[in-house]
């Protein structure tokens, strides 16, 4: 690995001056991607700046009124291990505790695995199906962006030079609303996803009052179904329902061919997990109405 120097500061102000002076600077949250990246030539780096100590990073608190603030360093383990979030957002507490394994949720964060912008990322499609957004912050000031704006191309993202993430806003659950992530991987644990599909709805008189629909591993981002989200508004929930939005996003997904799959059989699971998902969040969503 090429040398590099390392700062740890202790505010944002001091972290985006660390930025604006050193543009090549890379962010050190739990560094499960980082590292690996760094030792194989992929990300070098002169200076690694360590967020962890920041408090806006680290703020992990949820609102029944506001919803969820989940900071850009936060590790995975604190997710799942925070009763509140857990009972408010089960869907967030079933992706934190599937990335990787135990030693590596006590690092990774669900900021790291959005910066990264893998298009297999687990975390990615239950966020855009839920609607979250970026705080996103540099030597300009401030912006928000959604997340389903925030991947570019695989391992790219919207952040300019001299920007970082540090949070993360979930929208509080609404009565009668669901979600979930499914995801098709060969071993039984840590192992990269073929296909993924992340949803969420709201139900009202039996009936979809809105839907949002993201899949992973099926183009060069994690892909926003926007189409099959409107097509279910209105529908009744049943199973004919759920069955044709699982087409409109299999028909959306742009898959390639490499070692774990076919271009054939991740459209096939784009269907069959996004039904599944579908059929779990309205379940939720039954139990909370």
Not at 75 to 93: K, T
Not at 228 to 256: C, H, M, Q, R, Y
């Amino acid at each position: 690995m090429k040398w590099f120097d390392y700062a740890a500061p202790k505010t944002l102000s001091e972290a985006l001056a660390l930025l604006a002076a050193h543009p090549g600077a890379r962010m050190l949250a739990g560094g499960t991607d980082l590292l690996v990246q760094m030792r194989a030539g992929r990300k070098p780096a002169d200076l690694i700046i360590d967020i962890k100590n920041i408090a806006e990073l680290n703020e992990l608190r949820y609102e029944r009124a506001s919803g969820l603030t989940l900071g850009a360093a936060v590790a995975c383990y604190r997710i799942y291990g925070d009763a509140a979030v857990s009972r408010a957002y089960p869907s967030l507490h079933q992706v934190a505790s599937l990335i990787g394994g135990t030693q590596i949720q006590g690092r990774a964060s669900i900021g790291g695995n959005l910066c990264n912008a893998a298009p297999s990322a687990d975390s990615i499609p239950l966020l855009i199906a839920l609607g979250a957004t970026c705080r996103i912050a540099g030597a300009g000031g401030e912006r928000v962006a959604r997340v389903e704006e925030f991947c570019t191309a695989p391992g790219k993202n919207i952040l300019a030079a001299g920007e970082l993430l540090v949070s993360m806003h979930v929208p509080a659950p609404r009565p009668g609303s669901g979600a979930s992530y499914l995801r098709f991987i060969p071993r039984n644990e840590m192992d990269i996803a073929v296909a993924g599909a992340g949803v969420a709805v709201e139900l009202e008189n039996g009936k979809f009052r809105s839907a949002r629909i993201a899949l992973s591993s099926v183009a060069p981002t994690p892909l926003f179904v926007r189409e099959a989200g409107d097509w279910l508004t209105g529908k009744p929930v049943n199973g004919e329902s759920i069955a044709g939005a699982a087409e409109i996003a299999k028909a959306a997904a742009k898959p390639i061919t490499d070692m774990r799959g076919t271009k054939e059989y991740r459209r096939h699971l784009c269907s069959v997990l996004t039904r599944r998902a579908l059929e779990t969040a309205v379940r939720r969503a039954q139990e909370v109405q």
